[in-house]
């Protein structure tokens, strides 16, 4: 029973690690695809840990202004965004922890790291930072409540918030097309490119002033600060990808039950799966245009009709309006 | 069956995003092409419930809905918009935001409505006609806010496309009723293109605000 124990806290740990280690072969893969099609050569696939080791080498500058807020901040986002991260079921259903991984718990986690980075952003005094941190809240504003009616969506459709529990309820009742849902992952992709700060929203290559966000707040850090705060926003894209796979298409996860070999099989899925995400994110990216900053609210507000009409659909065919 | 009832209200529903889509559309040659692609997911939605309830006659109706409605009135209206030069941004009422939540006020309330209303029915039934009814009332609520005509003239074709859906879900409207009903929308169609270009004729401009003037209403 205790070697039972010993491989159930492994799988646990190995998730952990796992989507640590292939957060920025995610992201690499992005850009390497927005880059071929664009007829660019891109950089090489692992450029982001390239990225990553290079920044944590360098020495890290701050700013005379900065408070004990703004050196704290860094390692609290990456610790807070690495547990909701993985939290989110990756390749297994039934994994040690995967009673902690409620959705509400999930957006908490996510909301208090950028609830620092805003803060952080702010810290300094710099005009760039505090238009970044403005503009992140008034996105975070409009994104979070569609979140909120997507996860009340999925849970009025499974009986439950926690998300090994709606990716069982999903396996076990294979092609449910219900309308509901197709709404619910419609605006769960807005919410999704909103919070990574994905093309339509926000840009993450540039450094144009008058556009940027995530950019904008993290002007300030350098080194190994920045070597955080960029690993984060890494995991973030993953973990959203993970979430999506996890709600919409959980076919090929290891179950509860599955041994070491089932656990094998559902991490290749899952990688297979994860990959072609990022891969669609590319083509999605170099197909549209980035939008103007106030025309993002019409943009979410079209994610939060989506969560609301998707919440009235799943009462209505369960008949519980009275 | 189930998975019939399925493919049937993702359409539905399909339908039902266009009606949003075309609230939110700012241009009117986006909102023709909204409305095609509404009239289209229309055409798939009753071919599908022709061939899963095996109802043969409304393979006709689907097709009535495809040619005219998906094809030949938003082909007529572009050309419309291009001849009288209005292909910019359509004058609204009130913003957006506030089209998009009172259309979301009027489904809670088609929903709410239904479930009183069809209490006994059978789920599927109700969810149909629920997402008609919506349908109905967005089309009602896009004449409201659009002050340009070509626009009001579209949200009457969707409140249409909603009337056509819910027909086809309840099972009982006969095809010369259907039949009939197409050919009298068309005709409509023609008199408000004739009213439109009299309009235009008479205040150059198809706002409709320009009418208050004749009626004596200033603002």
Known sequence: MTGDLVVQFLAQGAQMFLVLLIAPLAVGVVRRVKARLMRRRGAPLLQGYRDLAKLLRKESIVADSASWLFRAAPSLIFALTWVAAALVPSFASGLMFNWAADVVALVALLGAARALLALAGMDVGTSFGGIGSSREMMIATLAEPAMMLIVLTLAIAAGTTRLAGVADFFIAEPLAVRVSLALSLVALIIVALAENARIPVDNPVTHLELTMVHEAMILEYSGRHLALIEAASYLKLVLYLSLLICLFAPFGMAPATAGVSGWIVGLLVWSAKLLAGAALLGVWEVSIAKMRVFRLPGFLGVAFVFGFLAILLAFLTRGVIQ | ?219
Not at chain 2, 46 to 59: G, H, I, K
Not at chain 2, 127 to 155: H, K, Y
Request: charge should be positive; aromatic fraction near 6%; charged fraction near 15%.
């Open chain 2, 1 to 219: 069956m189930t998975r019939g009832y399925e493919i049937s209200h993702l359409l539905a529903g399909a339908m039902l995003v266009t009606s949003f889509a075309l609230l939110y559309q700012e241009r009117i040659a986006a909102v023709l092409k909204t409305f095609a692609a509404q009239s289209i997911t229309l055409a798939l939605a009753v071919a599908w419930a022709a061939s899963s309830q095996d109802r043969p006659e409304l393979f006709i109706t689907s097709l009535i809905a495809l040619c005219l409605k998906g094809i030949v009135i938003p082909v007529a209206l572009h050309r419309t918009v291009v001849k009288l030069g209005i292909h910019r941004e359509v004058e609204k009422v009130v913003g957006v935001g506030i089209a998009l939540l009172v259309g979301l006020a009027l489904t809670g309330l088609a929903q709410a409505l239904l479930l009183k209303v069809a209490q006994g029915t059978a789920s599927h039934a109700r969810e149909d006609l629920a997402l008609a009814l919506a349908i109905i009332l967005l089309g009602f609520l896009m004449m409201i806010v659009r002050r340009n005509a070509v626009t009001q003239v579209v949200g009457f074709m969707s409140m249409e496309n909603g009337l056509i859906l819910a027909a086809t879900g309840a099972r009982g409207m006969p095809l010369v009723v259907e039949v009939s009903v197409a050919f009298s929308v068309l005709i409509a169609l023609f008199v408000f293109a004739v009213f439109v270009f009299r309009i235009r004729e008479r205040f150059d401009t198809i706002d409709i605000e320009a009418l208050d003037r004749m009626r004596g209403d200033t603002r």
